[in-house]
T-cell receptor
Framework: AQSVSQHNHHVILSEAASLELGCNYS??????LFWYVQYPGQHLQLLLK??????LVKGIKGFEAEFIKSKFSFNLRKPSVQWSDTAEYFC?????????????FGQGTTLQVKP | DAGVIQSPRHEVTEMGQEVTLRCKPI?????LFWYRQTMMRGLELLIY????????DSGMPEDRFSAKMPNASFSTLKIQPSEPRDSAVYFC???????????FGSGTRLTVV
């Protein structure tokens, strides 16, 4: 079945620690990849996206992600997390070259940053 | 731009009652999506529309759920009759073909008692 998998369900880090959240997808062909963040009690906000070109994508708030086609992965990274990064993070995928297809989400990873 | 606007923000209703959730997409966006978020099942795509036409409703849980998009600026998700297991946060999102991504509304938190 087509799916998006996030390896870590709950991550706890101290401030200034480095972050890497895993994301793998099981679709073949062209994919568009996204990371969204959901702060407590709020809606989803787009962190970054990959459609084509440079596989290393930089997003807002110091986040970046690398698309590795051979590994079907799109891991999210941040060199130094802050307490304000405490949130839930979702990887998502659409198929094909259009941005109007189904956006399928992973299960989400809850990040807790300790001050 | 005011973003994707959903109403109401919170809804508490009794089992068996009809519930209607509303969404106004971003002007110019031609695709609209309804998602449901629960602790157990995460984010589930219920249905999506392109140019006001339902494209895929395979995620709609059962016949009690229905969605409409009568025009490019308005969509509704209706649950009739509602059940406690429908309690969740329902998000609407819109997009325009291209590289802008999907913009989500603030969600409607539905509680069915």
């Amino acid at each position: 079945a087509q799916s998006v998998s996030q390896h870590n369900h709950h991550v706890i880090l101290s401030e200034a620690a480095s972050l890497e959240l895993g994301c793998n997808y099981s679709y073949g062909g062209t994919v568009n990849l996204f990371w969204y963040v959901q702060y407590p009690g709020q809606h989803l906000q787009l962190l970054l996206k990959y459609f084509s070109g440079d596989p290393l994508v930089k997003g807002i708030k110091g986040f970046e992600a690398e698309f590795i086609k051979s590994k079907f992965s799109f891991n999210l990274r941040k060199p130094s997390v802050q307490w304000s990064d405490t949130a839930e993070y979702f990887c998502a995928v659409t198929r094909g070259s259009s941005n109007t297809g189904k956006l399928i989400f992973g299960q989400g990873t809850t990040l807790q940053v300790k001050p | 731009d005011a973003g994707v606007i959903q109403s109401p923000r919170h809804e508490v209703t009794e089992m068996g009652q009809e519930v209607t959730l509303r969404c106004k997409p971003i002007s110019g966006h031609n695709s609209l999506f309804w998602y449901r978020q629960t602790m157990m099942r995460g984010l589930e795509l219920l249905i999506y529309f392109n140019n006001n036409v339902p494209i895929d409703d395979s995620g709609m849980p059962e016949d009690r759920f229905s969605a409409k998009m009568p025009n490019a600026s308005f969509s509704t998700l209706k649950i009739q009759p509602s059940e406690p297991r429908d309690s969740a946060v329902y998000f609407c999102a819109s997009s325009f073909g291209g590289s802008d991504g999907y913009t989500f509304g603030s969600g409607t938190r539905l509680t069915v008692v």
